[in-house]
């Protein structure tokens, strides 16, 4: 389960063309158990002119979605929350809710998936957040994470936290192996998803009830600089009363985002998609009725990705999970059409 607008803004333009190779020379430069605090310039009030990420082509959200797999069980017996691709070292992981503890704790699951679904690997995380949105990003051969981290109150992460993925692990929020960052200073919550074939990490936050998103160059971030937007925008409204966010990704000039619930909260159908122009804030497409795994059940929506496939085939995922309580399973799916 998931959680239930300002224009685009930027002070000068990173072109990313690093990409990940750059991520990978600066990866560990912050270092373990560097706590950066980043305050981005403007934080407080809008930015004059508008930002300008170079032109790509978008996903076709009416286009039809492709299975990579259904019905895999994770580590734990919880809902996935979302998932993310290391897309150089060709793996994926799936966050899900810690068996056994409430959903205020932020303990989190973190499994490791091959392609068909086996399980090869997993982590727990302690006092992280909700898992609504995480990243991964490659370092040589290993997996770094991006996830939220220091849950609140209701159980989401202030910050976020970067730290390589250890099978078999317990990483508590306070550990040394971790890298913390606070991308907006006065944000109350923060989240991260990556574009993978861009170089970019895409970070949401929540500042005085408004929910907004902020793009950065991930060679950069990963680095602890946060000092320079590629934009600075809201978060569309998508409907009233707001439909149930479920997650984002991002991939060139554009925004994703997923909402809507579970059969068992809405017998109709209600699962969404949307594309935004990271240029300009405004709704590219959408929202589109998404009916990827539509016999599923109970079928929420949880998590979106990018991942481009070795032959060169760039992929927009949707997670689902499906399944009785006690015994939920992983469900993606993907949309392959570029316009």
Same mark, same amino acid.
């Given at each position: 389960?998931?959680?239930?607008?300002?224009?685009?803004?930027?002070?000068?333009?990173?072109?990313?063309?690093?990409?990940?190779?750059?991520?990978?020379?600066?990866?560990?430069?912050?270092?373990?158990?560097?706590?950066?605090?980043?305050?981005?310039?403007?934080?407080?009030?809008?930015?004059?002119?508008?930002?300008?990420?170079?032109?790509?082509?978008?996903?076709?959200?009416?286009?039809?979605?492709?299975?990579?797999?259904?019905?895999?069980?994770?580590?734990?017996?919880?809902?996935?929350?979302?998932?993310?691709?290391?897309?150089?070292?060709?793996?994926?992981?799936?966050?899900?809710?810690?068996?056994?503890?409430?959903?205020? *704790? +932020? @303990?989190?699951?973190?499994?490791?998936? =091959? #392609? &068909?679904?086996?399980? %090869? $690997?997993?982590?727990?995380?302690?006092?992280?957040?909700?898992?609504?949105?995480?990243?991964?990003?490659?370092?040589?051969?290993?997996?770094?994470?991006?996830?939220?981290?220091?849950?609140?109150?209701?159980?989401?992460?202030?910050?976020?936290?970067?730290?390589?993925?250890?099978?078999?692990?317990?990483?508590?929020?306070?550990?040394?192996?971790?890298?913390?960052?606070?991308?907006?200073?006065?944000?109350?919550?923060?989240?991260?998803?990556?574009?993978?074939?861009?170089?970019?990490?895409?970070?949401?936050?929540?500042?005085?009830?408004?929910?907004?998103?902020?793009?950065?160059?991930?060679?950069?971030?990963? *680095? +602890? @600089?946060?000092?320079?937007?590629?934009? =600075? #925008? &809201?978060?569309?409204? %998508? $409907?009233?009363?707001?439909?149930?966010?479920?997650?984002?990704?991002?991939?060139?000039?554009?925004?994703?985002?997923?909402?809507?619930?579970?059969?068992?909260?809405?017998?109709?159908?209600?699962?969404?998609?949307?594309?935004?122009?990271?240029?300009?804030?405004?709704?590219?497409?959408?929202?589109?009725?998404?009916?990827?795994?539509?016999?599923?059940?109970?079928?929420?929506?949880?998590?979106?990705?990018?991942?481009?496939?070795?032959?060169?085939?760039?992929?927009?995922?949707?997670?689902?999970?499906?399944?009785?309580?006690?015994?939920?399973?992983?469900?993606?799916?993907?949309?392959?059409?570029?316009?």
């Amino acid at each position: 389960m998931a959680e239930p607008s300002m224009r685009l803004n930027r002070r000068g333009l990173l072109r990313a063309g690093a990409g990940l190779a750059a991520a990978a020379g600066l990866g560990a430069a912050a270092g373990p158990g560097a706590a950066v605090a980043g305050p981005i310039a403007g934080a407080t009030g809008p930015i004059a002119g508008a930002a300008d990420v170079p032109a790509s082509k978008r996903f076709d959200l009416k286009a039809p979605s492709h299975d990579l797999f259904r019905h895999k069980p994770l580590r734990d017996d919880t809902v996935q929350q979302s998932f993310t691709f290391d897309n150089v070292n060709r793996r994926l992981f799936v966050v899900q809710r810690r068996n056994g503890t409430g959903s205020a *704790a +932020g @303990d989190l699951c973190v499994t490791r998936l =091959d #392609f &068909a679904g086996n399980q %090869l $690997g997993y982590m727990y995380l302690t006092g992280f957040g909700h898992g609504v949105s995480i990243a991964a990003e490659p370092v040589g051969s290993a997996s770094y994470l991006w996830t939220e981290v220091d849950a609140n109150a209701n159980g989401y992460g202030r910050r976020l936290a970067r730290f390589e993925f250890r099978d078999g692990a317990t990483l508590p929020n306070s550990s040394t192996a971790l890298a913390k960052f606070t991308p907006v200073a006065d944000a109350t919550e923060h989240t991260c998803a990556v574009d993978p074939v861009h170089g970019r990490l895409v970070v949401r936050y929540h500042r005085g009830g408004a929910k907004r998103f902020a793009v950065y160059e991930l060679a950069r971030a990963s *680095a +602890g @600089d946060f000092g320079t937007r590629l934009a =600075d #925008f &809201a978060q569309p409204a %998508l $409907g009233s009363p707001a439909p149930v966010f479920q997650g984002y990704t991002a991939h060139g000039r554009y925004l994703y985002l997923l909402d809507g619930e579970s059969y068992d909260s809405s017998p109709t159908l209600n699962s969404r998609v949307t594309s935004v122009d990271i240029n300009t804030g405004e709704i590219a497409e959408g929202p589109v009725i998404t009916r990827a795994g539509e016999s599923l059940t109970y079928r929420e929506p949880e998590g979106m990705a990018v991942y481009r496939t070795e032959a060169g085939e760039t992929r927009l995922f949707l997670g689902f999970a499906s399944g009785a309580a006690g015994d939920r399973r992983c469900n993606l799916f993907y949309k392959n059409v570029l316009v």
